[in-house]
């Protein structure tokens, strides 16, 4: 562990976050972005062959926004195709593969090809990522990420619970004197958590949305005690329901950390507001409403060059935020993660029997309208013309009437967006297991 690394990205990035100058940001993701795409020309083989074409004429450093634009894009199964050749660090796929599975079948956190991390994001089987990071952008991660979490800087000592699906070098790097970590394996009980937790008495929380509402039921309850400073979602989508009543039973507004496989690309600031991290990434926007803020992230790292991410189009929905943070960031604001392009539901338009759009929000505010209690719930579009919502509701709760109000808010919302409407059939809800993300709005079918 580098601390001389990790200290020198953690007092960068806070000189960044401070920056007020739009133009001034812009300027220097042009300068970084130079730097690496000379670096990436010169090691990635697959980046070669896949801009060849597009930057006859030109070279890395000639490079500027409009021509970034018009590079041909990525996406993950590009990226896995073409793994071997497009990563610099030499490492052939078949021996990431092994070495990732073997760290997760035997809980043996420490995936490693020489000094570089091999990870397995998670996804249905043979949708899942590899990705490699280097020891030095591991320590250059862990100084960037404090300096975005941290609420109180470096000055206090902090007692952080991390809650993981599979723990990885990448996170046990961040150890300091005034820091001390805890890592919570997803796989165990809820029981044990609650009595690590009440031992530990964190004063950062970290963990994806679906645990954050366990622990805060526990609290309610009176079996957890815990007073943290700052709670953390990360990893899958926050609802905006589950967030307050975690900010309620926490007693501690709930921050978000947007991070994938494909990099570290949005965090809160004290608002609550997230922000696109483009003092690492710049983030292209392929639109899908522009009315609504609607898009879908086209990410470029400049801070990644073991596995380089260029013009590489992510699975998700982000929606921009209207109005201007008032914590005065010049980092683009995002209002929230809405979900994956994967999850967006298609019905039929009424006139032209055209797949039209419904997105995850629309389906979730059509669940809430059912009101409070409705404590659970999970909707599938099954095929184009079927849903089905599962849902579990506060005991005493009339659950007829609970299901006749969202089948009215979902047919209002069929009319509002003038499509047909499909066949709403109701179920009880079940919790996804303890290590698979908790999606509540997923479509099973293809258009
Ligand atoms: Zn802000």
Redesign the pocket.
């Known amino acids: 562990m580098n601390l001389f690394r990790l200290s020198f990205a953690y007092i960068r990035t806070r000189r960044v976050m401070a920056v007020r100058s739009r133009r001034q940001l812009e300027a220097r993701q042009l300068r970084l972005m130079r730097r690496h795409f000379g670096f990436v020309l010169k090691h990635s083989p697959f980046y070669r062959d896949h801009f060849r074409e597009a930057i006859r004429g030109w070279d890395g450093s000639d490079l500027t926004f409009e021509r970034l634009e018009a590079l041909p894009l990525m996406d993950k199964e590009l990226m896995m195709t073409h793994f071997d050749r497009l990563n610099t660090a030499g490492i052939q796929k078949e021996e990431a593969l092994r070495c990732a599975w073997q760290a997760e079948e035997t809980r043996d956190f420490t995936p490693q090809i020489g000094k570089v991390t091999v990870g397995l994001s998670s996804g249905t089987s043979g949708n899942r990522g590899l990705f490699l990071v280097s020891q030095e952008e591991r320590e250059r991660w862990a100084g960037t990420i404090l300096a975005k979490v941290l609420p109180r800087g470096l000055a206090k000592r902090e007692r952080i619970a991390f809650f993981l699906r599979a723990n990885s070098n990448l996170y046990t790097s961040v150890r300091r004197r005034r820091l001390s970590f805890e890592y919570y394996d997803l796989l165990h009980y809820l029981s044990v958590h609650v009595e690590r937790l009440n031992r530990q008495q964190p004063t950062i929380l970290v963990a994806p949305p679906s645990v954050l509402l366990s622990l805060s039921k526990e609290q309610a309850r009176g079996r957890l005690a815990i007073r943290p400073v700052k709670v953390v979602s990360v990893a899958d989508v926050l609802d905006n329901r589950d967030r307050e009543f975690i900010g309620e039973q926490l007693g501690k507004p709930v921050h978000q950390i947007y991070q994938c496989t494909e990099g570290f690309l949005a965090a809160t600031?004290?608002?609550g507001?997230l922000?696109l991290n483009e003092d690492l990434v710049h983030i292209g926007r392929e639109w899908i409403d522009k009315d609504s803020g609607r898009f879908v992230p086209i990410v470029t790292d400049f801070s990644r060059t073991t596995q380089p991410f260029i013009r590489y189009r992510l699975n998700d929905v982000l929606v921009l935020k209207k109005e201007p943070?008032?914590?005065?960031?010049v980092f683009s604001?995002i209002a929230r993660v809405e979900g994956r392009c994967d999850d967006i539901f298609y019905l039929k338009d009424q006139k032209t029997a055209q797949n039209k759009a419904v997105f995850p929000d629309f389906i979730r505010r059509a669940v809430w309208q059912a009101g409070e209690e409705v404590v659970q719930y999970r909707v599938v579009q099954q095929a184009p013309d079927a849903i089905t919502v599962a849902f579990e509701e506060q005991s005493g709760t009339d659950r007829k009437q609970a299901e006749e109000q969202m089948r009215a808010a979902m047919i209002r919302l069929f009319n509002r967006l003038d499509v047909q409407p499909a066949t709403i059939r109701f179920t009880y809800y079940q919790p996804p297991a303890a290590d698979k993300k908790l999606r509540r709005v997923e479509r099973m079918w293809s258009p």
């Open positions: 600031c004290p608002f507001t922000h943070c008032p914590c005065g960031s604001a």
